[in-house]
């Protein structure tokens, strides 16, 4: 087997404005979204799907692969009921406790309800409701991912969703895994959609009328470039959680740490697939060449090798810095979906992080224990959309109402701004449906006694 070598980023000179450094930028500035021609396939499937339904969804399955053996397309009721009474006693246990851990995570993040007086006689309340459907995919075909809809699945039934419909797609040989489909009866989804790609996004938007799947209202999950294309797509009348690029993680780490820790934390990350980066930020080059060492030794034995090559050759990466407060900033920049810090005085590095979906601190915390086990989401954003968003969350399966009381005394309060504002954006018809309610003295002195019925609680 020919030698692992990383390619190499120094930016020791740099000292702390390594960050800024242009080939670091351009490394950093990835973006998770497809391209173009991916997006104008997946629209083309959309549209198909929205227009035939379910006869389109066979037809790609046949095309593209992702259906069943025998053509269906939905499984509920028995088929997941079945699929629980089958699962191997350990892995029952193991996939209960995952739900157990995510719950009670997710039970800590139901937002409230909150009311504001702003003057007396306006009130403003800010309600959050969680929306009535969720479509969520899970990946699938060549593996599955049962702890994928967990993570899809579990927040969302904290919050309230009413309807929640899973799209997988099955093996190539053309069966569900039973894992999969037995973790989907333990959280009792109401329907399984068995297909991959676009046209299960198309399904999940659009739903399967003839079939009894309704349209969604928020379409989550993560999946590979026509996954994320399709929910591109639909984003202009279906929501998304956001759009997930290839599966990514740097590891900050320089000595103490062991290589072959740190090794074993990047192959698990470049495990996710060819195109996923995982990337080393250290100070130390005979560190970085120890760690390089170590991947070695271990790809010799990977039952993944290939796959593991293909994404370490393509996008792994060591980045050399001045000093860990560079490599802090490094980090920050790019902004990875997993983020493992191994330093001594590892919690001053921790409070310093600004981008990173999720953070795994110290030698004990690989970050396949949150793919599984922790309870923390493992849906995470990538592509450096780490900047501006989080997780998937509770938060994520809701949406706030503004609601606004307004009585007599308070909108003669209000009254001069609204005139003057309108009138100064030419909205006359604004300002006068403020001093149509005071043309009358008769109906000035009715409005001013209070909220009236029209504005009851």
Do not use: C
């Not at 939905?74 to 350990?90: F, I, M, S, T």
């Not at 990946?139 to 991912?145: E, K, L, R, T």
């Not at 005979?286 to 991947?295: G, L, R, S, T, Y």
């Not at 009585?407 to 300002?431: C, K, M, Q």
């Amino acid at each position: 087997m020919d030698r692992l070598s990383l390619a190499r980023l120094d930016l020791r000179a740099a000292g702390e404005a390594a960050a800024a450094d242009p080939a670091l930028v351009k490394l950093a500035r990835r973006g998770a979204v497809p391209d173009p021609t991916v997006r104008a396939g997946a629209r083309e499937i959309l549209e198909t799907v929205e227009r035939e339904g379910a006869d389109a969804v066979a037809l790609y399955n046949a095309r593209f692969g992702g259906g069943l053996a025998d053509g269906r397309l939905v499984l509920r009721g028995e088929d997941l009921a079945r699929a629980v009474a089958d699962l191997d006693p350990g892995v029952r246990r193991a996939l209960e406790a995952a739900i157990f851990n995510v719950r009670r995570f997710a039970s800590t993040q139901l937002p409230q309800t909150a009311t504001t007086i702003i003057v007396p006689g306006v009130e403003l309340e800010r309600r959050w409701v969680p929306v009535a459907s969720v479509g969520a995919y899970v990946p699938g075909g060549g593996a599955a991912y049962p702890s994928s809809l967990i993570m899809t699945v579990v927040p969302a039934q904290v919050a309230g969703v009413e309807s929640i419909v899973v799209a997988s797609p099955a093996a190539p040989d053309g069966t569900m895994d039973p894992v999969l489909l037995g973790a989907a009866g333990l959280l009792g989804v109401d329907a399984v959609v068995v297909a991959g790609g676009a046209q299960a996004i198309g399904t999940l938007a659009f739903g399967l009328p003839t079939l009894g799947i309704g349209p969604a209202d928020l379409v989550v999950g993560p999946g590979n470039a026509w996954v994320t294309a399709a929910k591109l797509e639909i984003s202009g009348r279906t929501a998304i959680d956001l759009p997930a690029g290839p599966s990514e993680g740097l590891v900050i780490a320089t000595p103490p740490a062991e290589p072959d820790r740190i090794a074993a934390d990047l192959l698990t990350q470049a495990e996710h697939g060819p195109d996923s980066p995982a990337i080393l930020v250290t100070t130390d080059p005979e560190f970085a060449d120890a760690v390089e060492a170590a991947m070695q030794e271990r790809l010799v034995r990977a039952p993944r090798r290939e796959i593991l090559r293909q994404a370490l050759g393509g996008h792994g990466r060591i980045v050399l810095v001045a000093n860990v407060a560079a490599a802090l900033a490094v980090a920050n920049a790019y902004a990875p979906e997993h983020l493992s810090v191994d330093v001594p005085d590892v919690e001053v590095v921790v409070a310093g992080i600004r981008n990173a979906g999720s953070v795994f601190v110290g030698p004990w915390a690989p970050e396949s224990a949150g793919d599984y086990a922790t309870g923390a989401n493992h849906v995470l954003p990538t592509g450096g959309l780490a900047r501006g968003r989080g997780p998937l969350a509770v938060e994520t399966f809701g949406k706030y109402l503004q609601i606004q009381r307004i009585s007599g005394d308070g909108l003669a309060l209000l009254r001069p701004t609204i005139n003057a504002l309108a009138t100064a954006e030419g909205l006359f018809a604004h300002r006068d449906a403020v001093e149509a309610r005071f043309a009358d003295t008769a109906t000035a002195a009715a409005a001013t006694s209070g909220l009236g019925s029209g504005a009851s609680r």
